[in-house]
């Protein structure tokens, strides 16, 4: 486990890499999930907890609209500890809390998933779906020649010809009369 030093004039030593830390590096290293203890540089005390309370003090201050904990919530956190037997909210807190991130990454997992690469790459591949469906719909062997035989506009006489491998011949004195109908 990694030890963080915290010295009188309040800077953190990180043992592990030589060198002076702050506040952001340790919330880096929570992020990374990278396990830490803090303690006092003179009496060895543990005082992860203070710095962990520290980062959060500083989150909720950085970014009003990412706060977490409400003016409210700090309250009734507040009275918990005034409780003649406390609530075992420390592990119902950690649980929620698990369960809560455990659910959110799964939920972007899926959600990954879904969208395989991005979303243009996903409306491309629809696109190219929905092509290929028409054009086998359009192309389809087995459809009787009577039912093509009788088209109903001149653009559909035109796409049967093509079909047929009879193209007009606008020379043709047949199709200039049948156009001229």
Do not use: H
């Not at 690469?117 to 996903?122: A, C, D, G, Q, Y």
């Amino acid at each position: 486990m990694r030890v963080i030093r915290k010295y009188a004039n309040r800077r953190l030593y990180d043992t592990q890499q030589s060198r002076y830390v702050t506040l952001e590096d340790l919330r880096c290293l929570i992020i990374e999930e990278a396990p830490f203890r803090v303690e006092d540089a003179k009496s060895g005390e543990d005082l992860t907890r203070t710095i962990l309370l520290s980062i959060i003090i500083e989150q909720e201050q950085a970014d009003s609209e990412a706060e977490v904990f409400s003016n409210d919530l700090l309250a009734q956190l507040i009275r918990v500890y005034d409780m003649t037997s406390p609530l075992p909210l420390s592990r119902y807190l950690e649980q929620g809390t698990q369960l809560m991130l455990e659910q959110q990454k799964r939920l972007q997992s899926q959600w990954k998933q879904a969208m395989r690469n991005t979303p243009l790459e996903f409306m491309r591949e629809l696109a190219e779906e929905n092509m290929r469906f028409w054009q086998n719909t359009l192309n389809q062997p087995g459809q009787s020649d009577e039912a093509n035989d009788t088209p109903q506009t001149p653009e559909d006489s035109d796409i049967a010809a093509e079909q047929n491998g009879k193209a007009k011949n606008p020379n043709n004195k047949k199709d200039k009369q049948a156009k001229s109908d």
